[in-house]
């Protein structure tokens, strides 16, 4: 089975904290992504990896920065928090675009104040 | 344009009862897939069933099955007798292998009563 973990359920920070949301997958993926999720707004993509110190930018990257030092591991950075990036972030991987399913972590529901 | 609608934002049905969650998505491309996701309270999103554009096949698992038309650009999902341990969000999705986007609709909150 895939397992995708995040490294917290819940997070509460302060606006203007840098914020660390981290993501391990066990399944040897190439594909790494994060999204956030906003009732009424559904799933929207912020970055994804293809590789190992790949990135590229979703839908809505501004206030955020990723890095993926090693293949099982992407981490979703927030600068500067602010209270409009309360939210839930989910992690997902995928094998490749052949396979294209992508699995997905519990979600971290963050709250900034 | 792409883009998935699932039109039923909130369905309430009781134990046994079947339901029909409605997917229709919006593609110009002729290669891609169709999923299909179930979001518990406890908010991970679980994978359930992929089909690819070439495949019009329907599909059963167990009390799940999922009927794909191409013709009216549909990809629905039926429970047969519900139970409650069904209640979550789901939410059908499209991917198109040209572009390499997974675009989500908006999600359907199915809610089992017993």
Redesign the interface.
Known sequence: DVKVTQSS?YLVKRTGEKVFLECVQDMDHENMFWYRQDP?L??R?IYFSYDVKMKEKGDIPEGYSVSREKKERFSLILESASTNQTS?Y?C?SRQD?VR????????T?LTVT | AQKVTQAQTEISVVEKEDVTLDCVYETRDTTY?L?W?KQPP??????LI?RNSFDEQNEISGRYSWNFQKSTSSFNFTITASQVVDSAVY?CAL?V?NT???I????TRLQVFP
Do not use: N
């Not at chain 1, 294209?100 to 979600?107: D, I, K, L, N, R």
């Not at chain 2, 406890?42 to 994978?47: A, H, I, K, R, T």
């Not at chain 2, 989500?104 to 999600?107: D, H, I, Q, R």
């Open positions: 359920r009424g559904g799933l993509l839930m989910l997902a675009r294209a399913e992508q699995y997905f972590g519990p979600g529901r | 897939y999923f996701y406890s908010g991970e999103l679980v994978f992929r939410f991917f292998y390499d986007k997974l989500f609709g908006t999600g």
